[in-house]
């Protein structure tokens, strides 16, 4: 190979590694406070699992995924559950790819409150970005203690019903489905055609 092959070889392989194309995707999260958002968050973008509840204002986090072809970094938006904030949380509405609605499987107010005040809300402020129905704390599902737990099949009538692209189901403790939330919230956005072959990979 002669010297300018060897420089072209180079630059085109430069040339290839600069041509990916990266989408950024701003992704909100929100429900009911205690029903796991922080941790959903947290548990995603540090492997680790907090044990110390601390009511959230608002929070960023960051992450970055391949899915179906395409880097995808995240910019992922924690925000306050609580009625004291209801003026401020709009503020992390604006430019919103997709929300994440999220209520807890041990908690049937967190559930109601999804059709009746979040995606009101969401859908007032963002009338065409897409929502993916998040149910959390699954793991509780095998808790004693939890007289009765919202059924998968709950969740899912709930997705029909506010018109959610998907309906997920993970555990920050386990960390069970925890991968499948973040890869159909940025498929929500991608919105890949059904002859794509869908693969996900954590950066």
């Not at 306050?80 to 609605?101: H, I, K, M």
């Amino acid at each position: 190979m002669t010297e300018n092959s060897r420089k072209n070889t180079s630059q085109g392989n430069k040339e290839d590694m600069t041509s990916v194309a990266v989408r950024p995707i701003k992704i909100v999260v929100v429900g009911d406070g205690t029903v796991g958002k922080t941790c959903l968050l947290i548990a995603y973008t540090t492997n680790s699992f907090p044990i110390e509840y601390v009511p959230t204002v608002f929070d960023n986090y960051a992450g970055s995924l391949e899915c179906d072809g395409m880097n995808v970094n995240m910019t992922l938006w924690d925000t306050a559950g609580q009625e004291d904030y209801e003026r401020l949380r709009p503020l992390s509405y604006p430019n919103t790819d997709v929300f994440l609605l999220c209520y807890s499987v041990d908690n049937l107010n967190s559930y109601d409150n999804i059709l009746s005040k979040w995606c009101p809300e969401v859908r007032h402020h963002c009338p065409k970005a897409p929502i993916v129905l998040v149910a959390t704390k699954t793991d509780l599902r095998d808790d004693d203690a939890v007289k009765k737990a919202i059924s998968p099949g709950e969740g899912k009538k709930l997705r029909s019903k506010i018109k959610a692209v998907k309906y997920v189901e993970c555990s920050a403790k386990t960390r069970q489905g925890l991968k499948e939330v973040f890869e159909e919230a940025a498929r929500a956005v991608l919105k890949p055609r059904p002859a794509m072959k869908p693969s996900c990979i954590i950066l």
